[in-house]
């Protein structure tokens, strides 16, 4: 079946410093991601999201990339802080056949933020 | 805060056994979705409520139900428990009935099966 997967497991960065976390999607159908950040002993809180006819979208420290050539996606955390510290979740909907498409998540990442 | 609410926050029961894990979605959301979350599947969807009708099943099995009640709080109830339902179980709720909306998750139940 179709999956999301990262690429890098774990990531660890200094505190002020970039963070990029990829993600590789197999579906080529799919239309519609999301980035989801799950701290520990908490539910995954959404972070930004980013329809298929878009390659870029920015939010607050956070920038998504899409790369539907390669289907690929990024997460980059600008200033990265020690309260960026989680497991963070690329999620892919497929909307096809007139199905409304369920989340798909890949397998996360763990950032770790060194001060 | 997300503004879910899920119950109880741990859960520890024995084979053979059923347990109903709760969720109350955000004011005004009337979507509610359900995920597993285990260590070898990662988070799955399992099934989706929209104003009390079933919207949407992933892979849940046929021993789980859920439903979504008039007031739109939902339940998910796990029958015939097995070592590999132990998981955390997450509710999460949308204003609409499109999955392309933001969803927002209680902090999750864990089950541990004995």
């Known amino acids: 079946g179709e999956s999301v997967g990262l690429h890098l497991p774990t990531l660890s960065v200094q505190e002020g410093d970039n963070s990029i976390i990829n993600c590789a999607y197999s579906n080529s159908a799919s239309d519609y991601f999301i980035w989801y950040k799950q701290e520990s002993g908490k539910g995954p809180q959404f972070i930004i999201d980013i329809r298929s006819n878009m390659d870029k979208r920015q939010g607050q420290r956070v920038t998504v990339l899409l790369n539907k050539t390669v289907k690929h996606l990024s997460l980059q955390i600008a200033a990265t802080q020690p309260g960026d510290s989680a497991v963070y979740f690329c999620a892919e909907i497929v909307t096809a056949g007139g199905s409304q498409g369920n989340l798909i998540f890949g397998k996360g990442t763990k950032l770790s933020v060194k001060p | 805060d997300s503004g879910v609410t899920q119950t109880p926050k741990h859960l520890i029961t024995a084979t053979g056994q059923r347990v109903t894990l709760r969720c109350s979605p955000r004011s005004g959301d009337l979507s509610v979705y359900w995920y597993q979350q285990s260590l070898d599947q990662g988070l799955q969807f399992l099934i989706q409520y929209y104003n009390g009708e079933e919207r949407a099943k992933g892979n849940i099995l046929e021993r789980f139900s859920a439903q979504q009640f008039p007031d739109l709080h939902s339940e998910l109830n796990l029958s015939s428990l097995e070592l590999g339902d132990s998981a955390l179980y997450f509710c999460?709720?949308?204003?609409?009935?499109?999955?392309?909306?933001?969803?927002?998750f209680g902090d999750g139940t864990r089950l541990s099966i004995l």
């Open positions: 999460a709720s949308s204003v609409g009935q499109s999955p392309k909306q933001p969803q927002h």
